[in-house]
């Protein structure tokens, strides 16, 4: 969505609807690469989001990774840190509940 916003001219647009927004929910983060003009747009967003609204991030990548998921070691850094700096890691372990539950293991809830 930013990318097509940047690409009619109307980025300030789209930044303003989403900062209207109090919770930002980024999800999934670093399951489908991002390209360098995708990173820092998201950067821009995440940027924005610190100590204005709150953001959640849910990730299965180790913040030693987001530099290859961003493509950029330095932005990775500076978005870390954002989020750091005020937030809470909240880590599940264990096995996910999709395989536990998966049909072609053998399992199922009948």
């Known amino acids: 969505m930013l990318k097509a916003a940047v690409a009619d ?3 300030e647009q789209a930044l303003r ?3 209207k927004a109090d919770l930002l929910i980024i999800d999934e983060y670093g399951y489908i690469p991002i390209d360098i003009e995708g990173a820092r747009l998201l950067y821009q967003v ?3 989001t610190y100590e204005t609204r709150s953001m959640i ?3 299965n990548i ?3 990774k987001w530099g290859t998921v961003l493509g950029d070691a330095h932005l990775a850094t500076a978005t870390i840190d954002r989020i750091m700096h005020h937030g809470r890691l909240v880590e599940f372990g264990g096995q996910s509940r999709r395989f536990e539950e998966a049909l072609m293991m053998g399992r199922s809830d009948s």
Do not use: H, K
């Open 17 to 19: 609807d989403i900062a």
């Open 62 to 64: 180790e913040f030693g």
């Open 57 to 59: 991030v849910t990730t």
């Open 46 to 48: 995440m940027s924005a």
């Open 9 to 11: 001219n109307r980025l």
